[in-house]
């Protein structure tokens, strides 16, 4: 069986018969169990019940040796126990029983097992383990021969206050061993349980008790075994046999315990173990010491009989590697994928990243940062301008995560999407809530941001301004915020309020491109206001128009008025030379025809009539038509809202996948719906980049009248003196002429740039 079957005295007069007589003398009522080296309680309980393996705590190894004091019968094993995991528990033994008879006949039997405990519950296991014999009797009869156990473990108490109880029962030879009793000294034969000329080793039925209490102090292993449960008549079976056993472990200290067991052979047992913790790369180390005599209660002629054990345990202990999985499933593995989806997020890798942020959202509810994940789902939807995704995800959130710290963000977020769609009312509406709910919180000053954006865009300049003064610096929309404010006060006429807030930009260090970029819009819009303002500074202003870098996006606008400057004050060679740049290096610049218009002039004060001509007769051409007709716009806006129904499926399908674990079908899914969203996403880029021209459009044509006007006019002023003889106009009637139009007293305003 399992536990190996044999004890040494039944072994040995069975084998001897065996080989003698050759006929089963097999008396079933007197086997007898070892239990010197099967344990319930410890790794050892294999060899007792396959499912007690199951309250091993860690990589558990024993080591142990049974003999007489004479040396003619001895049992030696080794078998390791290593917990997977907190259900799982696998062990494997080695078992070596031998004895000489009359020094000159042997007798070998060697196990080889394997054991598998799965705890059903937590409290509650189920065990198996399957034995291969080697039976060597006496060089005449060799053999092999399987056997298997199965059990059933039950832990009702395990706390510090009460105690570990562990209760188990086994069917010990479900399988049985069969030995033949059939010569077999051509060689080794297997041996199944069906074979004829075999007895079968006895199926039995084992009850152990295993408890620890008295603050670990006091260990009590009682087994109850009835033998030959099945027995078999034609083998000379009489029936079942108990046979109790019980050991009382008493520890002194934590390092040393005293113990006294009455075995089911019927020996009275007493010994010691001694035992040491965290000993080099040993979690755990023991020694057991056992010793009895033949003599103190029944006389089996064996005489003094010792037992030595060694308990080793090592590496992390059940509940370490559970804690430490638990670690990695609840900390690394979500902390490693929320890395992940951010990386993707910096990379403005936005589908993507919204997959991974929905996959830290899904697979890992618990984690502390799954409301910024589901925040960052969002902010990728909306980057990708899927706001009716990012509008769900954000709702979900606050119904999700009605305590987190991200609360407020949602409620801005869902506010800034209506403004970026132009549904001012309701984003306004948001607004108040956020007031109201969140008035001390950090999102409160974007909201105001975007509130005094919705005023300014409404005209309702001094209420946007009244807004945006709440925003200090260092905080993110700063520049923004000044800007909007002095071209709201601009509007309003507030020259010396317009020239503070474009100089706070200026003297503001800067963070970022886009902080640059506005630094070179606020000194174009500054040197606007000294050029045409009440106090006028035309020197001021082309110093101011000077110090914007080439790069910056406004570089056009400023060497325009760089030109105007020097044409204001009839420096018509000083105003050529930007005029020209804009021409030469930005063809596609919204204020090409002003700086034709400027060329224009120049050639007029210069009195290069045919050269004002051609320049004029370009501005008025160029001016004549929008950028953006309106024929465009309508095109434009029909092709959109064609896509917007197919972006909207894309948007819902991109959804229900960010809410789906990476699996293969889902992987084929999102890879399926790539093709689509490219389409769909370059459509909307398309269109963002001609609203973009549009709005630039709309700024030209806010001047394209005047151009309009100042180019005809000038035009035919240049052809009245082309007409007259020798071109008798001098220039000074020239100067006077232009006098007469409108030097761009009012330069044309930009809007926040984007």
């Known amino acids: 069986m399992a536990r190996i079957s044999f ?12 080989f003698l007589v050759a006929s089963p003398m097999y008396s079933p009522h007197k086997y007898q169990q070892n239990d010197w080296f099967g344990e319930f309680g410890g790794n050892t309980s294999m060899y007792v019940n396959p499912a007690g393996i199951a309250e091993t705590d860690q990589m558990e190894v024993t080591v142990g040796f049974f003999s007489t004091i004479s040396g003619e019968a001895s049992q030696e094993y080794i078998t390791l126990t290593f917990p997977i995991d907190y259900k799982h528990t696998l062990g494997f033994s080695y078992f070596e029983n031998g004895a000489t008879v009359d020094g000159n006949y042997s007798y070998d039997e060697d196990a080889f097992m394997i054991g598998y405990a799965y705890n059903l519950m937590q409290f509650l296991a189920l065990g198996v383990d399957l034995s291969i014999l080697h039976i060597n009797q006496f060089g ?25 109880l562990q209760i188990g029962l086994a069917f010990q030879n479900a399988i049985q061993p069969a030995i033949s009793t059939a010569d077999k000294s051509d060689g080794y034969s297997f041996i199944f349980m069906t074979e004829e000329n075999a007895y079968k080793i006895p199926s039995n039925l084992n009850f152990s008790i295993f408890y620890r209490g008295l603050n670990r102090m006091l260990e009590v292993k009682a087994e109850v075994g009835v033998i030959d449960l099945i027995h078999d008549d034609d083998e000379g079976g009489k029936g079942t046999n108990i046979e109790p056993s019980v050991t009382l472990t008493y520890y002194l200290s934590q390092f ?33 010491l056992e010793m009895s005599h033949d003599d103190i209660y029944e006389q089996k002629n064996r005489g003094f009989i010792w037992a030595v054990k060694v308990t080793a345990r090592f590496g992390d202990t059940r509940e370490e590697k559970i804690g430490e999985e638990r670690y990695r499933r ?12 951010m990386r993707l997020y910096l990379n403005r890798q936005f589908l993507e990243a919204s997959y991974a942020f929905g996959k830290v959202q899904t697979k890992y509810p618990a984690f502390h940062l799954v409301d910024q994940a589901a925040f960052y789902k969002a902010k990728s939807f909306e980057n ?44 306004m509406t948001k607004y108040q809530g956020i007031v109201q709910k969140f ?80 630094q070179d819009a606020a000194l174009v819009k500054l040197g606007h206001i000294y050029f045409s303002g009440e106090n006028a500074n035309i020197g001021e202003a082309a110093r101011l128009y000077g110090q914007v870098k080439s790069s910056s996006p406004v570089y056009d606008e400023a060497m325009l008025g760089v030109a105007w400057a020097f044409l204001k004050v009839s420096k018509p060679d000083e105003a050529l030379k930007p005029a020209q740049w804009i021409i030469q290096n930005l063809p596609n610049s919204f204020l090409i025809s002003e700086a034709y218009l400027v060329e224009g002039y120049c050639y007029f004060m210069k009195r290069d009539y045919k050269r004002s001509e051609a320049s004029l007769a370009k501005a008025e051409k160029l001016t004549e038509q929008p950028i953006v007709s309106s024929a465009a716009r309508d095109s434009a806006r029909q092709a959109y809202d064609s896509m917007a129904e197919e972006f909207d499926a894309v948007q819902v399908e991109a959804l229900d996948l960010a809410r789906q674990l990476p699996t293969p079908r889902v992987e084929k899914k999102r890879a399926a719906l790539k093709p689509a969203f490219d389409k769909a996403n370059k459509s909307i880029e398309d269109y963002a980049s001609f609203m973009q021209k549009s709005i630039q459009s709309d700024r030209f044509e806010a001047n394209r009248k005047r151009i309009l006007d100042d180019a005809g006019f000038t035009l035919a002023t240049v052809k009245t003196k082309m007409t007259q003889s020798g071109g008798g106009s001098s220039s000074m009637e020239g100067l006077e002429d232009l006098e007469d139009l409108d030097d761009l007293d009012d330069l044309d305003d930009l809007d926040d740039l984007e």
């Open 7 to 18: 004890i040494k005295s039944i072994a040995l007069g069975l084998s001897l018969a065996s």
């Open 140 to 164: 005449s009869n060799k053999q092999f021969t399987i056997g298997a156990d199965v059990g059933i473990s039950w832990n009702p108490i395990a706390n510090s206050k009460f105690g570990h």
């Open 256 to 288: 040393l315990g005293v113990r006294a067991r009455f075995t089911k052979e019927g020996y009275p047992v007493i010994g010691a173990t001694v035992n040491v913790k965290d000993l080099s790369f040993f979690r755990y180390l023991a020694l057991d």
């Open 330 to 341: 609840l900390k690394i593995e979500p902390e490693n994928d929320y890395r992940a989806a």
């Open 384 to 427: 990708m301008r899927m706001h009716k995704a990012a509008k769900s995800v954000y709702d979900d959130a606050i119904k999700r995560y009605p305590q987190s710290d991200q609360l407020p963000k949602y409620y801005f977020q869902l506010m800034n999407i209506d403004y970026k769609e132009g549904k001012y009312t309701e984003a």
């Open 439 to 518: 008035g001390e919180s950090d999102v409160k000053a974007d909201a105001d941001y975007v509130a005094g954006q919705i005023k300014f865009e409404q005209g309702l300049y001094q209420e946007s301004v009244d807004l945006l003064a709440a925003i200090l610096p260092g905080n993110a929309n700063y520049f923004y915020a000044r800007y909007t404010m002095g071209i709201a006060y601009s509007r309003l006429s507030k020259w010396d309020e317009a020239e503070n807030s474009f100089r706070d930009i200026i003297e503001q260090p800067t963070s970022n491109q886009s902080e640059k970029d506005l």
